[in-house]
Each structure stands twice: as C-alpha cells, then as structure tokens.
C-alpha cells in the first residue's frame, strides 16, 4: 500500500511555480521522502529527495514540515517540459522498498 | 555512459509462451531492479538484485525469474505467459551505498499478452 497520499491532477500555468504537495503521516524518523517524475511513456526520473531540512538541486525545491508529515515539491518556473506524472514517495534505509503511488499528473499550459 | 538499456521495446506473446527481457547498465551499479507498470498505476517492484549472484523477491514475483551472473546484466525471464502479465516493464539501476535510493530507469519494455 502506498504510503504517500497526492492529488490526481493539477495545472499550472508555463512559467509559473509549480507547487505539488503530498502527506505523508505515518512518515517515521528515518525515512526519506523522494520525487520522482515520469514523462508519457519513459522511464521515471530522479528528482529529488530529503529527510528533514528543505532541499534544493538544479531541478526543483523540496520543502518538508516540521513535522515531516506532508512535503512540497516546487518546480520555479514551469516549462511545457515538466508536463509529466509526479511520484512522492517514502522509504526507509533498506535494499528495495520503494512504495509507488498513482501520482500526481501534472499539465503546464501555455 | 549509455546508461540502463533494455530490450526488446515491445513485444506481443501468445498465453503459455516464455521469453526473456533483456537489463544491462554501464555505470557499475550494484543493485538493480525489475519492476511493472500497469496503466494508471505506479510501479511495482518485481525482484530486486544487491550484486552479482545475489536476487531477491519484491512486491509481486510470481510468474518471473531472474538471474544475475554479471553486475552489468539482470535479465527477468517470463515461464508460461498470462494476460494478467501485460504491462511495461521497467529495469532500474542504483549506485552503491544506502544513504540514498537514486535510481535510474531504462526506457521500458511494453509487453502484451493475447
């Protein structure tokens, strides 16, 4: 059973920031919270990952609660490129154990 | 570095008929993965490797093997086909070291049952 909980959808306009959320509440202490991204039809995509402090790369932020139960990921200026299926997910330090969601599907409109 | 590679693409198998999808990675990664995705859904992990000579079940192994003689290659094996089997099939890599799970994708294989 998926651990994170993502909208569906969502739209955002090209150029804009791109703010998805997911909770998390049964997050425990050493699990991470990762974003994937997968864009039709390839590969998923790393994005980004964080345990506690907010995070940011080349790609997009990641800002997760004090409480690490509900996380965003921030994408600053969307492009019609980011059109793609977002994944939250949470894991502990183990081999394998990626829990995979539906997603968020996320459009950016011209 | 061509990264994670797999074949075939697509494929179309009869019921009961087997076959071998094909995972190789240049990047020397010790783990690899198999997982499946079926429309609409995320992925599911199928079986998993931690190096050569070394698998291990996922979430849904029944009706697949694999193997790993090599730490470049992960082939996942396919006994008597179902049309419950018809999804894409991703191969994942990971580098070494458990502070984080970066993994990376091949380009899928789309699999049908008929």
């Known amino acids: 059973d998926a651990k994170t909980t993502q909208p569906p959808s969502m739209d955002c306009a090209e150029g804009r920031a791109a703010n998805l959320p997911c909770n998390h509440s049964t997050i425990s202490g050493n699990e991470y919270v990762y974003w994937y991204r997968q864009i039709h039809s390839q590969g998923p995509q790393y994005i980004i990952h964080g345990l506690k402090n907010n995070e940011t790369n080349e790609m997009a932020s990641l800002i997760i609660t004090e409480d690490r139960k509900s996380s965003t990921l921030i994408l600053p200026h969307a492009t019609l490129r980011d059109t793609a299926v977002y994944y939250c997910i949470v894991r502990a330090n183990s081999n394998y154990q990626l829990i995979w969601g539906a997603g968020t599907k996320l459009i950016i409109k011209p | 570095n061509a990264g994670v590679t797999q074949t075939p693409k697509f494929r179309i198998l009869k019921i009961g008929q087997s076959m071998t999808l094909q995972c190789a990675q240049d990047?020397?990664?010790?783990?690899m993965y198999w997982y499946r995705q079926d429309p609409g859904m995320g992925l599911k992990l199928i079986y998993y490797s931690v190096g050569a000579g070394i698998t291990d079940k996922g979430e849904v192994p029944n009706g697949y093997n694999v193997s790993r003689s090599t730490t470049e290659d992960f082939p996942l094996r396919l006994e008597l086909a179902a049309p419950s089997q018809t999804s894409v099939y991703f191969c994942?890599?990971?580098?070494?070291?458990?502070?984080?799970?970066?993994?990376?994708f091949g380009p899928g294989t789309r699999l049908t049952v008929l």
């Open positions: 994942a890599s990971r580098p070494p070291g458990a502070s984080t799970d970066t993994q990376y």
């Open positions: 990047m020397n990664h010790n783990y």
